[in-house]
Every structure is written in structure tokens, then in C-alpha cells.
Nanobody
Framework: QVQLVESGGGRVQPGESLRLSCVVSTNIFRIATMAWHRQAPGKQRDMVARITRYGTTTYADSVKGRFTISRDNAKNTVYLQMNGLKPEDTAVYYC????????WGQGTQVTVSS
């Protein structure tokens, strides 16, 4: 069974940083594409960043230059470093493993507010 557990969310002020982590329970992590998505209240879930097994990354335009996705295959963990946070980044952030089908974590809340 594939389980994804996110952590690292919280409440910060505009301009501050957070790092999200997602630990995956299975070694298919190492050959899977991983992604972070977010969903704000009343809005659809959108992809924020994605990283392939080879380390190729893709970002949403809204976070380019501020967010960095990375992975540690030895720890079955994917990270999302978020710098220069803005109020519009407020959302529940979900970890996503893509391997034949989509697997999702339970989400972690990020709130950016002064």
C-alpha cells in the first residue's frame, strides 16, 4: 500500500519561507514522478511543481523563482522549499506520486497572512 505523509505546513507572514516534506512508504518512490499541488478554498486543485525520477523539474508560472522542488531517494522524501511567500499562496498543499495511477497525501495547510 502506498502512503504519502506531508509535513511542514503552518502560518507565516508574507515574505517568509516554509519547507514542506512528503515521505512515501514504498520504494517505488525512486522511479516515480513526484509533484506538489495546492487547493485554495473554493478553487480547483492545481499543480505547483513536479520532479521526475531523473530530477527534471517543472513549475507553475505563479511560483517560478520562489519555490524549489527536490527529492532524496535515499529517504523516499520529496521537498518543496517555498520562499517569498505571498497571501495568494495560502492553500492546502498535497503531495502526489505518479506511477501508473495517482496517489495522494492527506494535505498540509499553508497560511500566509500578516
Amino acid at each position: 500500500q502506498v502512503q504519502l505523509v506531508e509535513s511542514g505546513g503552518g502560518r507565516v507572514q508574507p515574505g517568509e519561507s516554509l519547507r514542506l516534506s512528503c515521505v512515501v512508504s514504498t520504494n517505488i518512490f525512486r522511479i516515480a514522478t513526484m509533484a506538489w499541488h495546492r487547493q485554495a478554498p473554493g478553487k480547483q486543485r492545481d499543480m505547483v511543481a513536479r520532479i521526475t525520477r531523473y530530477g527534471t523539474t517543472t513549475y507553475a508560472d505563479s511560483v517560478k523563482g520562489r519555490f524549489t522542488i527536490s527529492r532524496d531517494n535515499a529517504k523516499n522524501t520529496v521537498y518543496l522549499q517555498m520562499n517569498g511567500l505571498k497571501p495568494e499562496d495560502t492553500a492546502v498543499y498535497y503531495c502526489n506520486l505518479i506511477f501508473g495511477q495517482d496517489y495522494w497525501g492527506q494535505g498540509t495547510q499553508v497560511t500566509v497572512s500578516s
